[in-house]
């Protein structure tokens, strides 16, 4: 079956630091896949997404490029915020059943 | 304002008892899901729905039931069969099945007494 594997947390980083967190999947043909956001206590919101091979989604300074290569879409911002702190999934979806990884936790301090 | 709501917020079972989530959504979506959320686990699927009045069941589709008889309605039961059923649960929706984007609700935790 398909399945999503990112990093585990929790990711701890400085005001202004470089942030990469690691996902990684398997499935079977093209799945277009995702980047959620969870804050404490809420539901998830989308961030950002590619349908296709070679895509770059961004939103709100993050980014990540399908490759289809390596089956990896690997979320970066250049320099993160407190207000960044929150949990990250990363999903594969589309015409396929949504499938998510286990969620990273990222700690952003002053 | 169009969303998910899901309620309420926070849910008590006791032992051998039967309890409905509910989900509502008036984005006129077709699909919706339901996952549980654990620590460390990440979201399971537990049933989606592509159109009203079907659904199928997900990774973890024990111990749960669903109906699907509006459009906009999409509750879940924890039955007594479900041994662990303390967690986060979350409901979503999408425009259609395959579509790119699932908005999610609120989510309800629910504890064992």
């Known amino acids: 079956g398909n399945s999503v594997t990112q990093m585990e947390g929790p990711v701890t980083l400085s005001e202004e630091a470089f942030l990469t967190i690691n996902c990684t999947y398997t499935?079977?043909?093209?799945?277009?896949l995702f980047w959620y956001v969870q804050y404490p206590g809420e539901g998830l919101q989308l961030l950002l997404k590619?349908?296709?091979?070679?895509d770059k989604g961004s939103n709100k300074g993050f980014e990540a490029t399908y490759r289809k290569e390596t089956t990896s879409f690997h979320l970066e911002k250049g320099s993160v915020q407190v207000s960044d702190s929150a949990v990250y999934f990363c999903?594969?979806?589309?015409?396929?059943?949504?499938?998510f990884g286990r969620g990273t936790s990222l700690i952003v301090h002053p | 304002d169009g969303g998910i709501t899901q309620s309420p917020k926070y849910l008590f079972r006791k032992e051998g008892q039967n309890v409905t989530l509910s989900c509502e959504q008036n984005?006129?979506?077709?699909?919706m899901y339901w996952y549980r959320q654990d620590p460390g686990q990440g979201l399971r699927l537990i049933y989606y729905?592509?159109?009203?009045?079907?659904?199928q069941k997900g990774d973890i589709a024990e111990g749960y039931s669903v109906s699907r008889e509006k459009k906009e309605s999409f509750p879940l039961t924890v039955t007594s069969a479900q041994k662990n059923p303390t967690a986060f649960y979350l409901c979503?929706?999408?425009?259609?099945?395959?579509?790119?984007?699932?908005?999610f609700g609120p989510g309800t935790r629910l504890l064992v007494l």
């Open positions: 979503a929706s999408s425009i259609d099945w395959g579509s790119e984007t699932q908005y």
């Open positions: 499935a079977t043909g093209y799945p277009s």
């Open positions: 590619a349908t296709k091979a070679d």
């Open positions: 999903a594969l979806g589309g015409s396929y059943i949504p499938t």
């Open positions: 984005l006129n979506h077709d699909a």
């Open positions: 729905s592509q159109i009203v009045n079907d659904f």
